[in-house]
Nanobody, 123 residues
């Protein structure tokens, strides 16, 4: 099993920055991709950013709505993933969830989720 604990959420004004952290514990050697998702009230959970485990930095991908504003990074030595959010907008308001995936094959994987951290951006 893998446990994920997020931190760093809060209330900021539009245009400001905020950073989220997520630390994994448990069977961490089994983790492949890590990422961040978010869920706003009344909406489905959506992907924000992901990062693979390969190499020293990993390969990243972002939702179009956050490209150029958010940066995902990973520290494999600390089993941690980070999300730096800049130029925040009110529409970024949501509960942000850390995600880790353990792949068994290219299409079969297990999802692990953190408890979520609230990010609120006021206008």
């Amino acid at each position: 099993q893998v446990q994920l604990v997020e931190s760093g959420g809060g209330l900021v004004q539009a245009g400001e920055s905020l950073s989220l952290s997520c630390v994994a514990s448990g069977v961490t050697f089994s983790i492949n991709n890590m990422g961040w998702y978010r869920q706003a009230p009344g909406k489905q959970r959506e992907l924000v950013a992901t990062i693979t485990s390969g190499g020293s930095t990993g390969s990243t991908s972002y939702a179009d709505s956050v490209k150029g504003r958010f940066t995902i990074s990973r520290d494999n030595t600390k089993n941690a993933v980070y999300l730096q959010m800049a130029s925040l907008k009110p529409e970024d308001t949501a509960v942000y969830y850390c995600n880790a995936k353990r792949y068994y094959t290219s299409t079969i994987f297990t999802n692990y989720w953190g408890q979520g951290t609230q990010v609120t951006v006021s206008s």
